[in-house]
């Protein structure tokens, strides 16, 4: 029973990775392998650290980043998303920023691990096993980010400029998703 919530609770923290991956694969339609493991292992790295992070650091701390936790995330993917949206009504497409760039990782992956900070505070109340749980959080989030990337990389051919911009939109709504959760949930 123990393992359920566990994976569970994984899968519920890769969530916010996997939508952001099939996101990108849709936008960066030539996205080779090594970027899309690239990301995933970001996304699954990130996702695995922030609750021992939170599981260190203890409520105290909690309190004080939940202040602002939210609007970063908020404000890191919707500027993202944004620039999404504009990339794609340009014309000129030739410039595109490196999908797995080191910044737009970083950013990404703190935008999507906010949330696992927090459940790392109260991970030793569902598990005796915090350890073996962020792996297994790591890892899941690891295995959805570069099956949602490669996902997104199939369909995105599809509908060209649109999936951009609706991928740009997906980003701006897990920001607000973020945001309208702290603040009213």
Not at 82 to 96: P, Q, T, V, W, Y
Not at 119 to 142: C, N
Not at 150 to 177: D, P, T, W, Y
């Amino acid at each position: 029973m123990e393992f359920v919530t566990v994976f569970v609770i994984a899968v519920s923290l890769a969530m916010d990775a996997f939508a952001v991956s099939v996101a990108t694969g849709t936008t960066y339609k030539n996205i080779s392998l090594w970027h899309a493991v690239r990301m995933a292992l970001f996304f699954g790295v990130f996702q695995g650290v922030m609750p021992v992070f939170g599981h260190l650091l203890g409520g105290g701390f909690l309190v004080k980043i939940a202040v602002f936790g939210h609007w970063v995330a908020f404000l890191l993917l919707c500027g993202i998303g944004l620039k999404m949206i504009h990339d794609a009504r340009k014309h000129e497409r030739e410039e595109h920023p490196d999908p797995a760039g080191l910044w737009v990782l970083v950013c990404l992956s703190v935008a999507t691990s906010i949330d696992a900070f927090a459940v790392g505070v109260t991970l030793s109340l569902v598990t005796a096993y915090v350890y073996a749980t962020v792996v297994l959080i790591g890892v899941v989030t690891f295995v959805l980010s570069l099956a949602g990337c490669k996902a997104g990389q199939k369909v995105g051919h599809i509908f060209e400029n649109k999936v951009e911009i609706a991928a740009g939109l997906v980003l701006i709504g897990i920001g607000l998703k973020i945001l309208l959760g702290y603040l009213f949930f």
